[in-house]
């Protein structure tokens, strides 16, 4: 099975955490919540959920994930500053694994300048920012481009789970 890294920061949108990282686990797929500083608790913008990060970013490795997933709400506002987000997020796509990213996730992968000339989607508002770092922009629940899986909002989390799960299988 796979090991697969969540990014995850406070004010994360509760359900884009929870429903992937549940789905997966479910599926027998391990993984790791990193964060700005490990052993730090996370909370959710809708005080739904919270979880304690197990690995600084710092100290992460792209080569010991399969893949990654970047939950929206605030939480990629807060993490898309740090430099170490930013290479780690590049690390895995030079080797081309899958990076899923839902809602405001998109954020990080403008920050790492890794949209252009990529089809994606992300919360709508954010279009504009997605089109000007570079991206072709759908208005859809799901759109995969190579090892990108991106979707808009918690409406879309079906889709985007499903299509986690099959590049994972």
Not at 34 to 39: P, S, W
Not at 76 to 104: G, M, T, W, Y
Request: aromatic share 6%; glycine share 6%.
């Amino acid at each position: 099975m796979s090991k697969v890294a969540f990014l995850l920061a406070n004010e994360f949108e509760d359900s884009e955490m929870q429903v992937p990282y549940d789905e997966l686990k479910k599926a027998g797929h391990t993984a790791d919540i990193i964060g700005l500083q490990a052993g730090e608790t996370v909370k959710g913008k809708l005080g739904k959920a919270e979880y304690t990060t197990d690995k600084a970013i710092s100290e992460a490795k792209a080569s010991d994930y399969d893949a990654v997933v970047i939950p929206g709400g605030s939480s990629p506002e807060n993490l898309r500053l740090d430099p170490h987000v930013l290479q780690f997020v590049k690390d895995v796509n030079a080797a081309k694994k899958p990076i899923a990213s839902i809602c405001h996730g998109p954020q990080i992968l403008a920050s790492a300048d890794l949209l252009q000339g990529r089809t994606i989607t992300s919360y709508p508002p954010l279009q504009d920012d997605m089109v000007n770092a570079g991206a072709q922009f759908k208005d859809e629940e799901v759109v995969v481009d190579g090892n990108f899986i991106t979707s808009r909002t918690p409406d879309d989390e079906p889709a985007f789970v499903r299509e986690i799960l099959k590049v994972l299988s």
